[in-house]
């Protein structure tokens, strides 16, 4: 009688922990003498590994590795009532093609907003946490998401509404493994811990959001109830919902510095709903209005006639509103510029809102994206001989060349030199190459007059694989506009 108050004292702890009346339920009809991880809810569906228990649950890295067989299990009634589940075999994912991208553990898609993030074992034995975007049918080398990783464990990444979810038991939380939320407004670079309800004092090491609706909540990979591995919950706790990030926005069309009038934009969503439609003035100007930043928008430009053509060299630039005094553009007073792109001409052009919002930092989003984002293209390219990191008197000439159809002075912002290499050689040497090389372009940017506090440079390793070997020995300096 004793051991089952105890038993009951903790499960009202439990639940009562996060807040009054949240739920807290096992998955009974899925939950066996195995471990079983949650991969992902679809929203009728839960996809989950069973992976024979062993003492060295969730302690190993090893067990992270472990295949196991997946499931799918279809909600029959209620949050915690399924049928039977189902095997099934989960797409493979290798890091054949990803230098220095250890055996990957697991692997989240946000589909709408094309990015992925996997966790992916170091040659330290911890598993760390990277982001790649999708980039035409392929996707980019992943980039290391160095804000959230840490010297222990982070598994498990999962998708809500672009934030990403988690597990860690290296950040500080209730206690060993927790579920962390990172935002895409941190740039994916701080966390939190879930609230208690899904987070307790045991492991914790997979989360996904149910349903935004009265009943919904997560369903959670967990050790608890002093349980000896990991079992398949419910709990009914919610996030409260946090209203949409959203900017004030303005359109600016020019070419050969002459407005752009009787331009039309349509900015809308990708399910193809219009949010906004506006047309340039004789400024060659537009205010959009406040548009939301977290959803994946779709922006054509096109003018608005139907019959002419936006001129080859034409510029998009993109306008936020400001509210300090005297802030803004000279020309536009209240409107500071954030962003820029490049028309090449035709009827109409395409670009992804996305890079305004958090993910401003990362690659642009496809290779379709008929836009040239200035952060991201770039402007000029020298390429070097195998193994050579100076760069040339021709390439320097051409360099100086360059810069002189550049006005740059008077404009915010500052040139940013990125070195690569080819995929032959030493993983390390081939990073310290790029690195040398992208060096000796940014002594050159200075030998030709930008101020050193006007440079920045380094070096990427061996370049994607795309065209030829010598193509991908190369330093690419981008213009980045700071619009301050």
């Known amino acids: ?76 009634k209620g949050w915690t009532g399924f049928t039977p589940a189902d095997p099934m075999n989960l ?22 907003r094309g990015v ?29 998401l160095t804000g959230l990783n840490t010297s222990k464990d982070e598994v498990f990444p999962n998708f809500e509404q672009g934030a990403l979810l988690f597990a860690s038991n290296g950040h500080d939380g209730p206690g060993g493994f927790d579920v962390f939320q990172s935002a895409r407004s941190t740039h994916y670079q701080s966390c939190l811990p879930l609230p208690i309800g899904v987070n ?140 820029s792109y490049r028309i090449e001409g035709g009827k109409a052009f395409v670009f992804d809102l996305l890079p305004l919002d958090a993910l401003a930092r990362w690659p642009r989003p496809s290779s379709l994206d008929g836009a040239i984002w200035q952060s991201n293209a770039p402007a000029w390219v020298a ?18 060349q360059w810069l002189r159809t550049h006005e740059w002075e008077q404009l915010p912002g500052y040139f940013e030199a990125i070195g690569y290499t080819d995929a032959r050689g030493e993983v390390v040497r081939n990073q310290l190459l790029s690195e040398q090389r992208a060096a000796s372009t940014a002594a050159a940017l200075e030998r030709a007059g930008v101020p050193a506090h006007r440079v920045k440079w380094s070096g990427h390793g061996v370049a994607p694989a795309v065209g030829k070997e010598m193509e991908q020995r190369r330093v690419e300096v981008r213009w980045v506009a700071t619009g301050r």
Not at 27 to 54: C, K, M, Q
Not at 91 to 109: E, K, N
Not at 329 to 334: A, C, F, I, L, M
Not at 383 to 397: C, Q, R, V
């Open 1 to 76: 009688m004793m051991r089952l108050f105890a038993f009951l004292l903790g499960w009202v702890w439990l639940a009562g922990a996060a807040q009054e009346g949240t739920v807290l339920e096992p998955l009974t009809s899925l939950n066996t003498p195995n471990d079983e991880v949650i991969l992902g809810w679809d929203g009728h569906s839960l996809f989950y590994r069973s992976i024979p228990r062993a003492s060295d649950t969730a302690k190993s890295g090893l067990w992270f590795l472990t295949p196991g067989q997946e499931y799918a299990a279809e909600l029959q």
């Open 91 to 112: 797409r493979a994912w290798s890091a054949a093609d990803w230098p220095g991208i250890g055996p990957i553990q697991h692997v989240a898609i946000d589909a709408e």
């Open 116 to 144: 992925l993030v996997l966790s992916a074992q170091q040659p330290a034995g911890d598993f760390d946490l990277f982001m790649a975007q999708r980039d035409g049918d392929s996707w980019t080398v992943p980039v290391a």
């Open 200 to 339: 307790t004092s045991g492991d914790e090491l997979a989360a996904v959001p149910v349903s935004k609706s009265a009943g919904g909540g997560y369903y959670v990979s967990a050790v608890r109830m002093n349980g000896s591995g990991v079992d398949l919950w419910w709990t009914s706790l919610q996030r409260p919902d946090t209203p949409a990030s959203s900017k004030a926005l303005a359109a600016e069309l020019v070419h050969r510095r002459e407005p752009v009038q009787g331009a039309q934009m349509e900015v809308k969503r990708r399910s193809g709903e219009v949010l906004v439609q506006k047309t340039t003035d004789v400024q060659g100007r537009m205010e959009l209005g406040a548009v939301a930043l977290d959803a994946a928008l779709e922006v054509t430009v096109s003018m608005a006639d139907g019959r002419s053509e936006l001129a080859d060299g034409t510029i998009c630039h993109i306008y936020e509103r400001c509210s300090s005094p005297n802030c803004g553009e000279g020309h536009w007073p209240g409107w500071k510029r954030v962003r």
């Open 383 to 400: 390429y070097f001989p195998s193994s050579e990191s100076a760069l040339d008197a021709t390439s320097e000439d051409a360099l100086r």
